[in-house]
């Protein structure tokens, strides 16, 4: 079993920045694909940025050069670094693991947290 809590959400500024961990307890994901994905009210769930166990990195053209997605193994964390933050980010954002590969559909995961939420500002 693999628990997921997301953090660090909050209201931030147009234009300013925010970073978003998502710790795991149980077993660790050391060799588990990693994904963010965000949830805008009245819209489907999102794929926003997913790495690999070896720290590959595929991010969303919406958020590619705002965003970046990074892992610490050893604490069973993952971030996701909010730059350039535009409303059209607000979103409950979600971590989710992957036992067998990285995806960019939430189908392809396994385990998810109960999403953080996200508010920009204009």
């Known amino acids: 079993q693999v628990q997921l809590v997301e953090s660090g959400g909050g209201l931030v500024q147009a234009g300013g920045s925010l970073s978003l961990s998502c710790a795991a307890s149980g077993r660790t994901f050391t060799n588990y694909y990693l994904g963010w994905f965000r949830q805008a009210p009245g819209k489907e769930r999102d794929f926003v940025a997913c790495i690999s166990w070896s720290s590959g990195m595929l991010y969303a053209d919406s958020v590619k050069g705002r965003f970046a997605i990074s892992r610490d193994n050893a604490k069973n964390t993952m971030y996701l670094q909010m730059n350039s933050l535009k409303p059209e980010d607000t979103a409950v954002y979600y971590c989710?693991?992957?036992?067998?590969?990285?995806?960019?559909?939430?189908?392809?995961?396994?385990?998810w947290g109960q999403g953080t939420q996200v508010t920009v500002s204009s």
């Open positions: 989710a693991a992957s036992r067998s590969a990285w995806s960019t559909s939430e189908r392809g995961y396994d385990y």
